[in-house]
């Protein structure tokens, strides 16, 4: 059980997309969740997504800056799963 970082709620891990800070300081989208790094994970549902960002709860949790570009991959993500 993983908690979203938009509404708060524990959910299985598999639920929910990961954003990974790898050891080396990139953050990038980790889709098999198996990645090396500091992750946060957020719903598939864009609001939860749009939350963290206007939050910063994404930046806070892997302490380092989020760039735009993975927030839109996200965004991208998020969209394209039913």
């Known amino acids: ?3 979203c970082l938009g509404c708060r709620e524990m959910k299985p891990k598999s639920e929910l997309l990961r954003v990974v800070r790898s050891p080396e300081g990139t953050v990038t989208f980790d889709s098999r969740g198996k990645a090396s ?3 946060a994970y957020v719903c ?3 609001s939860c997504l749009k939350k963290a960002i206007r939050s910063k709860a994404l930046e806070r949790s892997l302490e ?3 760039p735009q570009e993975l927030l839109e991959q996200l965004l991208a993500e998020q ?4």
């Open 1 to 3: 059980m993983r908690q």
């Open 37 to 39: 790094g500091r992750g």
């Open 44 to 46: 598939r549902d864009a």
């Open 64 to 66: 380092v800056p989020v």
């Open 79 to 82: 969209e394209a799963q039913p």
